[in-house]
């Protein structure tokens, strides 16, 4: 999947991932892509509410080797 930028979250806790595609977001143009490589399992629920409560499209939540990817399209 093409995307526009990348954040490396892995070794990160809980809320942090969050916080850092946050942040990475808002520096973000609306209909552009983040992809998120995430290591804290707590992060696929976390992404999928993120994504309801600000707007943002989930395009995508994967798991491969213990790490999670996600694809979130700025609103």
């Known amino acids: 999947m093409n995307f526009d930028k990348y954040l490396d979250a892995?070794?990160?806790n809980c809320?942090?991932?969050i916080l850092?595609?946050?942040k990475a977001l808002n520096d973000m143009t609306s209909g552009q892509v983040l992809h998120i490589i995430?290591?804290?399992p707590?992060?696929?629920k976390d992404f999928a509410a993120?994504?309801?409560q600000t707007g943002n499209e989930l395009l995508s939540s994967s798991e491969?080797?213990?790490e999670f990817e996600f694809y979130l399209k700025r609103k």
Request: proline content about 10%.
């Open 20 to 22: 850092r595609a946050k």
């Open 50 to 52: 993120f994504a309801k």
């Open 38 to 40: 995430s290591t804290d």
């Open 15 to 17: 809320p942090l991932p």
């Open 64 to 66: 491969n080797n213990k």
């Open 42 to 44: 707590g992060s696929v």
């Open 10 to 12: 892995r070794g990160l």
